[in-house]
């Protein structure tokens, strides 16, 4: 009897640490070091009203936690937007975020668990992204890429963040935006072909304007040249001009000295010898014989030709 009893003690005592076991196991879920957790309770349908950090942690039996990661995530979004001008742009982007560990309670109470928050704030992104695009000009998604990065990021920390009321949440989705790049923007193929075309409607007035100066100065140079050369003929020819009549001035005075000396010396002869007109001649007619021996001359009679006995 003693020993059925035992039997039966010991069958309980079991069953009670099975039992044990099993509540203890059920009532026992770990949160990993990454992550934030709320516990829930399945049964009673009871949300926790503070979020749990990495770890083991207790709760009823059968409880879960609804987790969410509590490192920044990243999402990236492909898609395009419409510019201020109504041309439609493509556009990669990548933005991070966090899950608030103040606002988490509230954020599974909305959108229930990650996923679906998840995918909220991924839309957030694309309306924040769209909203931002349409505020530009298809020309400034070449030249301000910065800007309108740094504009789609305030989009974003608005949708995310909501205003600044100082409600966290309100207006939000119950995320923290961390940061966000713009990765690449696909502009209209029309338009990058006209802007093409005008880039090499430039370059060719660029090329046309240098050549035109190049043509400009090769002118210019020849001009001078020409110019020189035109300058260097000049002064050569009064040079010439002035060594001809400096060269006939002299001859002149030459010649007007040598008549004056002739001159001189008839008179003297005149005066001296005493002769008239006739034996003028004939002296002159002697001084030419005198000078030129060998003197040929063809005259007719009754011609006098010698004056010699004039004298």
């Known amino acids: ?43 009673a349908k009871v949300l926790d009203d503070a979020a749990k950090t990495g770890g083991l942690h207790t709760g009823p ?42 606002s988490i309670v509230a954020a599974v109470r ?3 668990d990650f996923q679906k928050w998840g995918t909220v704030v991924r839309a957030a992104g694309n309306s924040a992204i769209q909203n931002s695009c349409s505020t530009f000009d298809i020309t400034s998604f070449q030249s301000m890429r910065n800007l309108i990065q740094a504009d789609m990021f305030n989009e974003l920390k608005i949708k995310l963040e909501g205003n600044t009321t100082g409600v966290v949440g309100y207006g939000g989705v119950y995320a923290t935006a961390v940061s966000l790049q713009l990765k690449n923007v696909d502009l209209p193929g029309a338009y ?32 001078l040249a020409a110019m020189e050369e035109a300058k260097k003929i000049m002064n050569q020819a009064n040079n010439d001009v002035n060594v001809t009549i400096t060269a006939a001035e002299l001859m002149a005075e030459q010649t ?56």
């Open 256 to 311: 007007l000295y040598a008549f004056e000396k002739e001159t001189e010396t008839i008179r003297q002869a005149r005066e001296s010898f005493e002769l008239d007109s006739k034996g003028v001649i004939s002296y002159l007619a002697n001084q030419l014989y005198a000078k030129a021996p060998v003197l040929k001359a063809a005259i007719q009679e009754p011609v006098v030709i010698s004056h010699r006995g004039e004298l």
């Open 192 to 223: 990058t072909a006209a802007v093409l075309d005008k880039q090499s409607a430039k370059e060719d007035i660029e090329l046309a304007k240098n050549q035109r100066n190049q043509e400009t100065t090769k002118a210019d140079t020849t001009l």
């Open 61 to 102: 039996p059968g409880f879960r936690f609804i987790k969410f990661p509590s490192t920044q995530i990243t999402a990236e979004i492909t898609d395009t937007c419409v510019s201020r001008d109504g041309l439609r742009v493509n556009f990669d982007v990548a933005f991070q975020f966090l899950m608030p560990e103040s």
């Open 1 to 43: 009897m003693n020993t059925g009893k035992r039997k039966i003690v010991g069958c309980i005592f079991c069953a009670c640490l099975v039992v044990s076991i099993i509540l203890i196991a059920v009532s026992l879920r770990k949160v990993a070091s990454t992550e934030l957790g709320v516990e829930y309770d399945i049964w």
């Open 110 to 112: 909305k959108y229930r």
